[in-house]
RNA sequence: GCCCGCUUAGCUCAGUGGUAGAGCACACGCUUCACACGCGUGGGGUCGUAGGUUCAAGUCCUACAGCGGGCACCA
């Protein structure tokens, strides 16, 4: 069989998706037991616009070996895949090719075109991260793909809103919102970012009517006074006890305004004076309402000053209408100072621009209220449970104790209208369709308010309206809801988690996951979060054409919940293994002849010889390392375990051991029942690393002779889909083939290899070169172990001859030798190589050593404390330690003596 | 201001109160019949600082420092 010496991962990633898509291995109908239990993920839908970044990736390679894992266990797996529509996003993206390919706006196109070509746009572009999540291995089921501007989704949309409504959690009405001026739409505070900004901080001069006194106040924002219609100050300062409740001349506008006391106003900053303006500061708009003042709004929606700023001040941009201002005061005097001040200011997520808080009609959806019962679940039961704990189950808990109402509207064209209709008088009528609204209104000429909602709306019922809500009965959403877990990163709690656990709780009256696990950031070698500004991302699609799919994805998963520096060198490091596994496999196909999968293991254990005892029992115990590890979200632990399992004990000690039988020149039974046993392991071995590395592991094991149907996961026998590793049961542990002896044997005869190399290296013995060993087991028991293992420890150390003693009396002076565990001896007759000086250094070197250790154990086990308080086992441990330390430090001593002075 | 996390080898990171680990990097040797993306051998750490608890602390507690994050405030 000719295999090329070299893994080429392009080659496997091509060849096996799309079969296993083909076949419907992913949907959860290939799993033909009815009483299978259920996996179930919603993919957190990435926008529609997007493509894939490095965050996706790793959230998609913990959720494919999560899904992967326990649908080999047999679980009735779904992991359900999606988009969002990305309101915002898109449209601003179709707008722009317009503007560029016809030179047009959408408000010459119109409402209905423009839509159609958002669609147009979609179907066109929109499947990027689609092609690139197959690209990933990713084992969702395409044939349940959803979208959230769907039919069946824009129902569910249209059902929430309509029933909160009815319920009063949904209202219309002028609110402080964040505006932003350059998309013209409103925006919930989730979606502005703060920023801190070198800025001036202004203190401006009121004067007091009736009197020549001076009220000072600060501010950033000067060109806002346009606008004030109080100054507040703190109720317990006494400076300005005396003039709470007068009246103030606001300068410039001449406009007489109090002066309140509230409870907001920290006496310590500033003046201790605030200037109060209800329309343009989400502040001064709740203080507003505390005090009933006025609200004059002095800023439009394109950031321009209003009338109601003044004559002189109208339609200029606010940045100019402050510098007027700023000049007026000081020409009047009324400026008292300008110092250096920085300050936060918010700008919209999507363009920068600085947003303009003001006062809009818009619905709201009171979050608070909806919240409630997720709240009561966390607190009352501590779900859904977050890994890791720390700290999100605290961030979580604080949001939803925290809500204010939600801004629901956004001014844009592109995505859920409003089910909300006005008749000629302007009553609303709110109905699942336009009919409902009619008949409410009693009138045909209803208009539908123009605006649509945030994307955020629809994403907050992904897990139940994937699944089938509102439709009662809907099977899918029997069968899979709760889902199993929800996997995303740590920013999105607020917009994803708790919004959608608001749904589920409200809607199923259930949590919508079980879990929430919680990635880690990625961020550049250098500490830097990516980001498209900075240009400083990892594209992970440049990643897998370099090294690989399967390799990434190992970096990813051992990166799990840590924040982790990008570092090329790791996925290096497993491309390399990649290849290790590409090359173990060869050779097991390389001497495959006579043999099969399942073969080699015939008859009671006890009678293996040892390293088919040990490897066995390795294999075992690495099913179940990898098994808890996953299932307690410990991704690197699993990685960790294969990697050594795999490099360490398959390749480096059982090939290596099982050579001399594998490639046996004669073919019979027993050739053929150690090529049975490499490729047994191999194949068990690949099923441990499927959910992992599913491409190179599905391309190797398609090549193994004797897999097949029957390998499957019995519940997918039935299922007339080409035989597969991903269907392939995942290695249950059996502990009854865990053995504690065989592996402390091996340890033995590992440790004795490892001497006789270690002597061969120092000493210079060149490789080629045979030597001869002495073993001296002190008549401990040893002996047969070794003697058993004969031809395997001649092969590793490249050995002509060993032979087995008591002890090392009579061996040649001109011997390098050193101490094993249990009392054991060996000897190196190496004439003519030795300089005994240089010997009785090296040994000198190594009684040192054990010599230091041993005064530590000492020191400790002649602390009556220590033996009288610590664990009668852990002394016993240590006196065992000190016992075998003294041995060696013994032996040692007499192989000095050996050696001569 | 409040809360949280991190600080372990040159780098990126594991680490469960009981002998400090991995990968990469480094050094030396190797055309050993699966693999140089490899094989063998080795060097390298007062576990951020200072206290405390404990027979025993990288691990638990307190304070501090540096870095990062969240929330509040930012007139």
């Known amino acids: 069989m000719e295999i090329p010496k070299t893994y080429d991962p392009k080659q496997a990633e091509e060849h096996h998706y799309g079969r296993w898509e083909r076949e419907g291995c992913f949907a959860p109908e290939v799993n033909g037991d009815p009483s299978a239990p259920v996996y179930s993920i919603a993919i957190p839908p990435p926008n529609v616009t997007g493509s894939l970044h490095m965050g996706h990736a790793l959230q998609h390679t913990i959720m494919d070996v999560l899904t992967r894992y326990y649908r080999m266990k047999g679980f009735r797996t779904l992991w359900l895949p999606g988009t969002d529509h990305a309101g915002i996003s898109t449209q601003i993206m179709v707008e722009r090719q317009l503007k560029k390919e016809e030179g047009k706006t959408r408000h010459d196109v119109g409402r209905e075109d423009f839509i159609g070509r958002v669609w147009k746009w979609k179907e066109q572009y929109g499947g990027e991260i689609q092609r690139q999540m197959r690209r990933e291995g990713v084992s969702v089921d395409w044939s349940r793909e959803r979208f959230t501007m769907d039919e069946h989704l824009s129902r569910a949309v249209r059902e929430f809103f309509v029933r909160c409504y009815e319920e009063g959690l949904i209202y219309r009405g002028p609110g402080m919102i964040n505006w932003c001026p350059k998309d013209q739409t409103a925006l919930s505070d989730l979606e502005v970012d703060k920023e801190s900004q070198a800025g001036k901080l202004y203190y401006l001069r009121y004067p007091v009517k009736g009197s020549d006194r001076r009220v000072t106040v600060a501010t950033t924002r000067p060109e806002t006074m346009l606008g004030d219609t109080a100054v507040a100050v703190s109720p317990v300062d006494e400076r300005y006890a005396d003039l709470v409740g007068m009246t103030l001349?606001?300068?410039?506008?001449?406009?007489?305004?109090?002066?309140?006391?509230?409870?907001?106003?920290?006496?310590?900053?500033?003046?201790?004076?605030?200037?109060?303006?209800?329309?343009?500061?989400?502040?001064?708009?709740?203080?507003?309402?505390?005090?009933?003042?006025?609200?004059?709004?002095?800023?439009?929606?394109?950031?321009?000053?209003?009338?109601?700023?003044?004559?002189?001040?109208?339609?200029?941009?606010?940045?100019?209408?402050?510098?007027?201002?700023?000049?007026?005061?000081?020409?009047?005097?009324?400026?008292?100072?300008?110092?250096?001040?920085?300050?936060?200011?918010?700008?919209?997520?999507?363009?920068?621009?600085?947003?303009?808080?003001?006062?809009?009609?818009?619905?709201?959806?009171?979050?608070?209220?909806?919240?409630?019962?997720?709240?009561?679940?966390?607190?009352?039961?501590?779900?859904?449970?977050?890994?890791?704990?720390?700290?999100?189950?605290?961030?979580?808990?604080?949001?939803?104790?925290?809500?204010?109402?939600?801004?629901?509207?956004?001014?844009?064209?592109?995505?859920?209208?409003?089910?909300?209709?006005?008749?000629?008088?302007?009553?609303?009528?709110?109905?699942?369709?336009?009919?409902?609204?009619?008949?409410?209104?009693?009138?045909?000429?209803?208009?539908?308010?123009?605006?649509?909602?945030?994307?955020?709306?629809?994403?907050?019922?992904?897990?139940?309206?994937?699944?089938?809500?509102?439709?009662?009965?809907?099977?899918?959403?029997?069968?899979?809801?709760?889902?199993?877990?929800?996997?995303?990163?740590?920013?999105?709690?607020?917009?994803?988690?708790?919004?959608?656990?608001?749904?589920?709780?409200?809607?199923?009256?259930?949590?919508?996951?079980?879990?929430?696990?919680?990635?880690?950031?990625?961020?550049?070698?250098?500490?830097?979060?990516?980001?498209?500004?900075?240009?400083?991302?990892?594209?992970?699609?440049?990643?897998?054409?370099?090294?690989?799919?399967?390799?990434?994805?190992?970096?990813?998963?051992?990166?799990?919940?840590?924040?982790?520096?990008?570092?090329?060198?790791?996925?290096?490091?497993?491309?390399?293994?990649?290849?290790?596994?590409?090359?173990?496999?060869?050779?097991?196909?390389?001497?495959?002849?006579?043999?099969?999968?399942?073969?080699?293991?015939e008859g009671e254990p006890e009678r293996w010889a040892l390293h088919d005892r040990w490897i066995v029992s390795r294999l075992n115990k690495t099913a179940r390392e990898v098994a808890a590890a996953v299932e307690a979200y410990q991704f690197h632990e699993a990685v960790y375990a294969l990697y050594h399992f795999f490099w360490d004990d398959f390749c480096d000690w059982y090939i290596e051991l099982s050579k001399s039988d594998v490639t046996a020149a004669d073919a019979g039974p027993e050739r053929d029942a150690a090529r049975g046993r490499v490729l047994t392991v191999l194949e068990q071995a690949l099923r441990l690393l499927h959910p992992f590395m599913p491409f190179i592991t599905e391309e190797l094991w398609q090549r193994l002779p004797g897999v097949g149907k029957e390998s499957l996961h019995v519940a997918y026998r039935e299922a007339g889909v080409t035989p597969t590793v991903m269907l392939a049961a995942f290695p249950r542990a059996d502990e009854s083939l865990v053995d504690e002896r065989a592996e402390a044997e091996m340890r033995s005869v590992i440790e004795l290899v490892s001497r006789v190399r270690n002597i061969r290296t120092e000493l210079s013995v060149k490789p080629s070169e045979e030597v001869r060993l002495v073993i001296g087991t002190a008549g401990n028991g040893l002996g047969d172990l070794f003697t058993a293992s004969l031809p395997q420890i001649k092969r590793l150390t490249r050995a002509a001859d060993v032979s087995v003693r008591d002890s090392l009396a009579e061996v040649p002076r001109a011997s390098a030798r050193a101490v094993l565990a249990g009392g054991a001896e060996v000897a190196v007759p190496l004439e003519g190589l030795i300089d005994f000086e240089q010997e009785r250094a090296r040994i000198g070197r190594a009684r040192e050593k054990q010599e230091k250790e041993l005064q530590k154990v000492g020191g400790q086990l002649s602390n009556p404390q220590f033996v009288g308080r610590a664990p009668a086992e852990k002394v016993e441990e240590l006196r065992q330690r000190a016992a075998d330390l003294a041995g060696r430090i013994k032996a040692l001593g007499e192989m000095l003596e050996a050696l001569g002075e």
């Open 249 to 601: 001349i606001l300068p410039i506008v001449g406009r007489e305004i109090p002066l309140v006391a509230d409870e907001f106003v920290d006496p310590e900053f500033g003046t201790g004076a605030v200037k109060v303006t209800p329309a343009h500061d989400p502040a001064d708009y709740a203080m507003g309402k505390r005090h009933g003042l006025a609200q004059v709004s002095v800023i439009d929606q394109h950031a321009r000053m209003t009338a109601e700023a003044g004559a002189e001040y109208e339609g200029l941009d606010r940045y100019e209408a402050r510098e007027r201002v700023v000049q007026k005061f000081e020409e009047s005097g009324l400026l008292e100072k300008v110092v250096d001040y920085e300050f936060s200011i918010t700008k919209c997520e999507r363009c920068g621009t600085v947003i303009e808080p003001l006062i809009s009609t818009q619905w709201f959806l009171k979050q608070a209220e909806l919240a409630r019962e997720p709240l009561r679940l966390f607190r009352e039961r501590r779900e859904p449970r977050f890994v890791p704990e720390n700290p999100y189950a605290k961030v979580y808990e604080n949001w939803l104790a925290g809500l204010y109402d939600w801004t629901l509207s956004r001014q844009l064209w592109w995505g859920h209208r409003i089910p909300a209709w006005y008749d000629a008088g302007g009553n609303v009528y709110v109905a699942r369709t336009e009919e409902d609204a009619r008949r409410a209104a009693g009138a045909d000429d209803l208009e539908q308010d123009p605006d649509v909602l945030d994307t955020w709306f629809s994403s907050a019922l992904w897990p139940i309206s994937t699944l089938g809500w509102p439709d009662e009965g809907s099977p899918d959403l029997k069968t899979f809801y709760p889902t199993s877990v929800l996997v995303t990163a740590r920013d999105i709690i607020f917009l994803w988690v708790s919004r959608m656990m608001m749904t589920g709780m409200k809607f199923e009256g259930r949590k919508a996951f079980d879990d929430v696990f919680i990635t880690g950031t990625i961020f550049d070698k250098h500490g830097q979060r990516m980001s498209k500004t900075k240009a400083n991302g990892i594209d992970p699609l440049v990643v897998f054409d370099k090294y690989g799919v399967d390799a990434t994805r190992l970096v990813l998963a051992s990166i799990g919940s840590t924040d982790t520096r990008w570092n090329d060198n790791q996925v290096e490091s497993y491309r390399n293994f990649a290849n290790k596994i590409w090359n173990a496999a060869r050779f097991c196909l390389m001497n495959s002849e006579g043999a099969r999968v399942g073969g080699g293991f």
